[in-house]
C-alpha cells in the first residue's frame, strides 16, 4: 500500500478543546502524528498537524476526526477564493 | 517598458521562520508550515527604480515591476491595473469625511475585479516555471479571471467549483474554453482535494503552489493608490477582508514603497471590512485575540469574502493592530446600502464586497475610529454586474407611462414642478 504524508490544519471547537485528540487519534490508527505548530486557547485550538501513513488510513483518520467535530483543512487552509 | 529589466527577485522566504528557499512551485515551509512570500533585494532596487522612471512606463501594474515576483518579463496580463483613483467629494460629503478616495478595480482589465491582479502575477509567473496547464478553485472573480487570462496566454486551465454554485455565476468562466469541473461536497472536502490534485499533478494552482506569486500581486494595488495621490501614503486605508491577504499586501506595499525611497515615511492606518454572516478576522481583532476562530457556515450575500478560515487572519490582524486601524463588519442590509451609496454619490457600481467596504467605511467614520477631518482611501475591488441578484428588488422599478406628454406631466414631471426648476 502507498504511503502518504497530509499535512493539515485542525480546528477544535470548544467543546473538544481539552479532550487529547491526538492521543486519542494514535491509538486508533496506524498513523504517525507529527506537531509543528499549535494555538489553543479556551475558545478555540489549532493545531497544525502532519500525518503519515497509508493513504486510506489516513483517509480513516480524517474522516474519524470530522466526525467527532474537528475542522480539518489542508495548509493552505483556503483553496476556493472568491 | 525597458527590455530585459533585471529582477530583484532573490527568494521565497518563510514568514513565521525567516527561512530561505528557491523561488519554485512551493508555498509553505517544511519546518513549520508558515506561508512562504517573495522576498527581494531592496537596496538594488532602491538604485534602480525612481519615480521618473516608473512614469515613463505604460500605466498598468507592470510599472512596478522590479517589486514583484518574476524574473523576466511580464507575459500575462500586461494591460492589468492602473484603475481609476477617484476623488468622491459626494460621498465624502455624505459620510461626513474631509476626503474620501476610491481606489475602483470594478473596472480592472480583463475581468473587472482586482483578481486579474493577482492572477496576471500568477500566471506569469506559471510560465516561467514551465507549466502548461493553470487550474483553482473559486466561486467567482478568481475563476473568471484565470479562465480569461489563461486564455489570452494560450495556457491550459481547469476551474475548481462547488457543484451546486448558480449557472450564471459559471458562465463567466465557461465563455473562456475553460474546464468547468462541478465538485461534490462540503466545503472542507473540496477544499483538501483541490490541495491534492495541485501536489499530485503537474499543473500551477494560482492559490495553492503559486500562491506566494498571486500573493503579491495584491501589492499593486497599495503602489498604484501611493502615485495616484501624488507619491504619498493615505492616512487612512480600508480594504475587504475574505483571506486577508489584500489588506496584510497593501501594508506590504506602503512599507516597500518607503523603503526604498519613493515615498515619504509617514504615519498610516488600515482598516478591515468584512460581513458579519462571515466575519472571522474582524470578530478575532474586536475581541483582541489574534487566534481566528473558524466560521463553519458563512450566511451573507459577500459571498466573494465568505472564507470561513481565512488563511491570513492572523497576519491581517497584526497588521491593523500595528497601523492602529481596527476591523469592522456589517449586516447584510447595511452592505446593500454601502453598494446604493455608491451607486447614487460617486456614480461606481460595485459587487457586495464594495458594499460591505463602504459599509465599514462609514461606521468606522461615525464611531471617530476613522477621524472627520482626516483623509481615507476605499479599496473597491469587483464590479456590480457580477453579483446583481443581491440588489435585485432592492432599488425600486421604473415607473411606466403610456407615449403621451399629458400622462408624462401628470405621473412624472408635474407642471409646477418644472416651473420651479425652470426659476432655479
Known sequence: MANDTSRLWLMYPTRLVTRPIIWELCKKFEVTTNLRQASVNEEVGLVCLELDGERTEIKRAIAWLEEIGVKVEPVEINTIEG | ?424
Open chain 2, 1 to 424: 517598458m525597458q527590455k530585459n529589466t533585471p529582477s530583484y527577485f532573490s527568494n521565497l522566504k518563510c514568514r513565521e521562520c525567516g527561512r530561505l528557499y528557491p523561488k519554485q512551485a512551493i508555498h509553505v515551509c517544511d519546518f513549520d508550515f508558515g506561508p512562504l512570500e517573495a522576498a527581494y533585494d531592496y537596496d538594488a532596487i532602491k538604485a534602480a527604480l525612481s519615480r521618473e522612471v516608473i512614469e515613463s512606463r505604460p500605466k498598468s501594474m507592470w510599472r512596478y515591476r522590479e517589486l514583484l515576483p518574476i524574473d523576466g518579463e511580464p507575459t500575462v496580463g500586461t494591460q492589468v491595473g492602473f484603475t481609476p483613483l477617484v476623488k468622491a467629494d459626494r460621498l465624502a460629503a455624505k459620510l461626513g469625511i474631509k476626503a474620501l478616495y476610491i481606489k475602483n478595480d470594478t473596472v480592472n482589465y480583463p475581468t473587472l475585479s482586482f483578481k486579474d491582479r493577482v492572477v496576471s502575477v500568477a500566471l506569469s509567473r506559471a510560465k516561467e516555471l514551465g507549466f502548461k496547464t493553470v487550474a483553482c478553485a473559486s466561486t467567482g472573480n478568481l475563476a473568471n479571471s484565470v479562465a480569461a487570462n489563461a486564455a489570452s496566454a494560450g495556457l491550459k486551465s481547469y476551474v475548481l467549483i462547488p457543484a451546486d454554485l448558480e449557472q450564471g455565476k459559471v458562465l463567466g468562466s465557461l465563455v473562456y474554453g475553460t474546464n468547468v469541473i462541478g465538485i461534490h461536497g462540503a466545503y472542507d472536502q473540496v477544499n483538501r482535494l483541490c490541495s491534492e490534485i495541485a501536489g499530485k499533478y503537474g499543473w500551477g494552482f494560482v492559490n495553492v503552489n503559486l500562491r506566494p506569486y498571486y500573493a503579491e500581486g495584491s501589492k499593486s494595488m497599495g503602489f498604484e493608490i501611493m502615485e495616484q495621490l501624488g507619491w504619498r501614503i493615505p492616512r487612512h486605508t480600508v480594504a475587504p477582508m475574505a483571506s486577508g491577504s489584500l489588506l496584510t499586501k497593501i501594508h506590504k506595499a506602503y512599507g516597500e514603497f518607503t523603503k526604498i525611497g519613493l515615498v515619504e515615511d509617514a504615519k498610516f492606518s488600515i482598516y478591515g471590512a468584512q460581513a458579519t454572516g462571515c466575519a472571522p478576522i474582524s470578530h478575532a481583532m474586536k475581541k483582541g485575540t489574534d487566534i481566528v476562530k473558524p466560521v463553519p457556515k458563512p450566511d451573507t450575500i459577500a459571498k466573494s469574502l465568505a472564507i470561513g478560515t481565512p488563511a491570513d487572519g492572523y497576519y491581517a490582524i497584526h497588521v491593523m493592530r500595528q497601523t492602529g486601524g481596527t476591523a469592522e463588519d456589517v449586516s447584510d442590509d447595511e452592505v446593500i446600502e454601502g453598494i446604493k451609496l455608491l451607486a447614487e454619490y460617486a456614480g461606481i457600481f460595485a459587487e457586495t464586497a464594495g458594499g460591505v467596504t463602504v459599509a465599514c467605511a462609514k461606521k468606522l467614520i461615525e464611531a471617530g475610529k476613522i477621524p472627520r477631518d482626516e483623509e481615507a482611501v476605499l479599496c473597491i475591488t469587483g464590479h456590480g454586474l457580477k453579483t446583481q441578484e443581491a440588489i435585485q428588488g432592492k432599488c425600486g422599478t421604473p415607473r411606466l407611462i403610456k407615449p403621451s406628454l399629458r400622462e408624462f406631466e401628470e405621473q412624472i414631471y408635474l407642471p409646477d414642478q418644472a416651473a420651479t426648476a425652470a426659476k432655479s
